[in-house]
Every structure is written in structure tokens, then in C-alpha cells.
Nanobody, 127 residues
Framework: QLQLVESGGGSVQAGGSLRLSCGAYGYMYSSYCMGWFRQAPGKEREGVAVIDSEGSTSYANSVKGRFTISQDNAKNTLYLQMNSLKPEDTAMYYC?????????????????????WGQGTQVTVSS
């Protein structure tokens, strides 16, 4: 069983930066598709950024140019660098992983059902 643990959330002012981390523990498959998703109060969960097993990345239009997803395979850790944060970025951010060989575009689409999820880390951006 794979466990995902997020960290790095917090409260920042608009224009600020945060870096989220997601550590993967437990049984490791040979490769994963991993991503960040977020859910704001009263809204549906949405894909933010995904990196597939080939290293290709996809981003939601709302975060392109501001957020960067990366991973350190040696540390089994996924990151999300968030710059130029806006109040509309306020949400609970979740890390997800799945051993299925999806492309990053498909995994971000909302159709893919990720098997493993973390508990989430809260990001609050004030104006």
C-alpha cells in the first residue's frame, strides 16, 4: 500500500510563494503518474498539475506560468512550487499517485481515477 503525505501549506499574501511537498511511503511500483489537485470550499476538485512516468507535465490553464511540478525520485518526493499566488488559489491541495501509464494530459483531465491520495494541505492566499 502506498501512502502519500503532503506538507508545505500555509497562509501567504497575494503575490507570495509556497512550495508543497508530497512524500511517498510504503510499497513502490516501478513508475507512477503523480499530480496535485485542489478543492476550494463549495467547488469541485480540480487538477492543478501532473507529471507522468515519462516526465511530461501538464498544468491547469489557471496556474500555467506560476506553478511548477517536479519530483525527486531518489527521495520519493513530489513538489509543487507555487509563485505569484492569488486569492483564487486558496484551497486544500492534495497529492495523488497511480501506477497506470497515463499521459499527463489525460491524468489532469479529471477522467483518470487516481488510486492513491494524501490527506491534503491547506493553502490560503489573502489579498
Amino acid at each position: 500500500q502506498l501512502q502519500l503525505v503532503e506538507s508545505g501549506g500555509g497562509s501567504v499574501q497575494a503575490g507570495g510563494s509556497l512550495r508543497l511537498s508530497c512524500g511517498a511511503y510504503g510499497y513502490m511500483y516501478s513508475s507512477y503518474c503523480m499530480g496535485w489537485f485542489r478543492q476550494a470550499p463549495g467547488k469541485e476538485r480540480e487538477g492543478v498539475a501532473v507529471i507522468d512516468s515519462e516526465g511530461s507535465t501538464s498544468y491547469a490553464n489557471s496556474v500555467k506560468g506560476r506553478f511548477t511540478i517536479s519530483q525527486d525520485n531518489a527521495k520519493n518526493t513530489l513538489y509543487l512550487q507555487m509563485n505569484s499566488l492569488k486569492p483564487e488559489d486558496t484551497a486544500m491541495y492534495y497529492c495523488a499517485a497511480d501506477p497506470t501509464g497515463w499521459t499527463s494530459d489525460y491524468a489532469l483531465s479529471g477522467v483518470a481515477q487516481f488510486r492513491y491520495w494524501g490527506q491534503g494541505t491547506q493553502v490560503t492566499v489573502s489579498s
